[in-house]
């Protein structure tokens, strides 16, 4: 069975379980040219995190969130998986869960020259950053301007924590709880 067969099967399992729009089903084994679900499986996500972000490197498409499938090749990312979506090696030839040798399609695997070069070129910028802060910093410290804002700066959070300390328990109480039920309604 061509690759084409086990992906309109899995896009019609797809189909199935996260429900889209505009796919059509032409027929067993048919492929649906050029089309893709309209809604993958999305993780949850905090407002305060990164989003993930999938690299397919056989067409070099970004895809957002943690889809299955690249959404423009079709081919599955890390793993081969079977029409009821088992997760298997990349290098499996059967189903290790219901035994099908019907599987997707994997990207090509990245060389690790590319890993090792990511590595060193991460590296190396935070290096640089940390070089250029470094050095800012020890040029606005010895500047005379700077040393005294920064001293003014220093008096008045001292004055400031001073002042709190000296207002009523249930004051601070009541201030902090406020600013942590204003902190909850934001993250909503």
């Avoid at 019609?12 to 893709?36: A, F, N």
């Avoid at 035994?99 to 399609?105: A, D, T």
């Amino acid at each position: 069975m061509t690759h084409r067969n086990v992906d309109s099967r899995i896009l019609r399992v797809l189909g199935k379980r996260y429900g889209t729009r505009g796919i059509r089903d032409r027929g067993p084994g048919q492929w649906w040219p050029g089309r893709r679900p309209s809604r993958w499986p999305r993780a949850k996500r905090q407002t305060n995190e990164a989003m993930a972000m999938k690299f397919c490197y056989q067409c070099g498409k970004a895809s957002a969130g943690d889809p299955p499938f690249c959404t423009k090749c079709g081919r599955s990312y890390d793993v081969r998986l079977c029409p009821r979506m088992h997760k298997n090696s990349r290098f499996a030839k059967a189903c290790s869960q219901c035994g099908s040798r019907e599987l997707s399609e994997t990207q090509p695997q990245a060389s690790v020259w590319w890993k090792v070069l990511e590595v060193l070129a991460r590296f190396g910028l935070g290096v640089f950053l940390v070089y250029v802060s470094l050095t800012a910093l020890i040029g606005l410290l010895q500047r005379p301007q700077f040393q005294m804002g920064l001293f003014v700066v220093a008096v008045l959070l001292g004055l400031l924590w001073w002042a709190w300390s000296q207002l009523p328990e249930w004051f601070r109480k009541f201030v902090w709880r406020f600013l942590k039920r204003k902190g909850h309604d934001d993250e909503r």
